[in-house]
């Protein structure tokens, strides 16, 4: 077993007794820190970045150079899937991801190739052994994927979408094409964090960004339906430790129950629902991470450490609460207040824990 140094984060996830709340942040590597900024600027571009093994540890490790943070994630994106699918990602200035080849029609979807992580996305696999080997059992190192749907609606609406007007119209008109498209998705996702957690990651987090705007029906079938295939799918053990593996589904606190049976160990859960209720409703089942809304880190710092403080309150003494921000982090946002955040979790935390 490798030494970890903190295991907070891996010991919440399981349900075990910490000393304190351990605390992470989603995108917590990225545009709010100047040292990032700079280091994006020398690079050029982002995927550039992503693809360099070297640099994208360094992005990874620049947060945890300035706050106690319990984790560590991979710097990468959700989008190398499709990418590596041979959709041609790229990013344009101030509007977000693009496909130069976004999906159309179903002959594209048969023609898909399933990525080999090995060789197409060895650059990934690459920086996860580059990361571990730098972390060095400092703390957990997190790999990640996006959700199959999550992925298909960048896929079929070739860039961000408000209304996902072409895909949910493919999702009632042309359902089975999108199931083949979803399916494909889900063995290249379990073949890429199986690939992940070979080469060092620790944990594994699933974003469904988008799960949210679907209806209840429909969020079964296309989305959680494809990301329990995919919690089946992967090694769920690896150097002597138990991998575990969050879902998060923005918007989905109404699905909760759903989410909590389907065989993850923690559910990610954004501000829009009570800490306090959904551990009510979904037991001792799994861990719960969140649920901070990310805009409370433009408020001045007693602010902050009153929310810390509402929310701590509000999930009480028991085991299995990762704190983290209901969603990403903002880019604007001052790294102080960061700063502020972190420590308020973990010193108005140690209370909760000394009890138990
Ligand atoms: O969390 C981390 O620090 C690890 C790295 C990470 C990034 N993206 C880096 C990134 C993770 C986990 C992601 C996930 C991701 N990427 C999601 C799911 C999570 C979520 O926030 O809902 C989604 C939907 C994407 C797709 C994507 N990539 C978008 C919408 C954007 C933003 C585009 C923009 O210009 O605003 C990206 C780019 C991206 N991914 C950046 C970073 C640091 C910014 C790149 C830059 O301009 O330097």
């Known amino acids: 077993m490798t030494e970890l140094k903190n295991d907070r984060y891996l010991r919440a996830l399981l349900r075990q007794k910490v000393d304190r709340t351990p605390v992470w942040m989603m995108r917590q590597a990225g545009r709010y820190l100047p040292e990032y900024r700079a280091l994006r600027q020398q ?3 982002f995927m550039s970045l992503c693809r360099d093994p070297d640099l994208a540890c360094e992005a990874t490790l620049q947060p945890l150079r300035r706050f106690e943070l319990d984790a560590a994630i991979l710097f990468s994106d959700i989008l190398t899937i499709p990418d590596a699918m041979g959709l041609g990602l790229h990013f344009v200035q101030g509007e977000g991801p693009r ?12 023609q ?3 990525p080999d992580p090995l060789t197409d996305l060895k650059y990934v696999i690459d920086a996860v052994t580059t990361i571990s080997h730098e972390l060095d059992g400092a703390v957990p190192l997190i790999g ?6 999550t992925l298909a609606t960048y896929m079929v609406e070739g860039g961000p979408t408000k209304q996902f007007a072409i895909i949910k119209s493919m999702m009632y008109r042309e359902p089975q094409s999108l199931h083949l498209l979803l399916n494909k998705l889900a063995v290249a996702v379990t073949d890429y964090l199986n690939a992940q ?7 594994i987090m699933i974003f469904d960004t988008w799960g949210g705007v679907l209806s209840s029906d429909c969020y079964r079938a296309f989305s959680l339906d494809y990301m329990q295939q995919i919690v089946e799918g992967l090694t769920h053990s690896a150097r002597g430790r138990r991998v575990p593996v969050t879902l998060f589904s923005k918007n989905s606190s109404q699905w909760l129950e759903w989410i909590a049976q389907s065989g993850c160990d923690a559910v990610g859960i954004d501000w829009t629902c ?9 037991g001792h089942q799994v861990a719960l991470q969140g649920n ?7 408020a001045p710092v007693d602010v902050i450490e009153q929310e810390v403080a509402r929310i701590l309150a509000q999930y009480g003494s028991e085991a299995g609460h990762v704190f983290n921000l209901g969603h990403g982090i903002h880019q604007d946002v001052p790294p102080e207040h960061v700063a502020a955040f972190v420590n308020a979790v973990h010193r108005l935390s140690q209370p909760y824990h000394a009890l138990s």
């Open 112 to 114: 898909l190739v399933i």
């Open 292 to 298: 901070m809304d990310p805009s409370v880190l433009y």
């Open 274 to 282: 009570e800490l306090g209720d959904a551990r009510a409703r979904v």
């Open 99 to 110: 496909f130069k080849t976004p999906i159309q029609e179903r002959r594209q979807i048969e």
């Open 144 to 149: 990640f994927a996006g959700s199959p749907w």
């Open 197 to 203: 957690i070979a080469a060092g990651a620790q944990s």
């Open 43 to 45: 690079v050029g571009d």
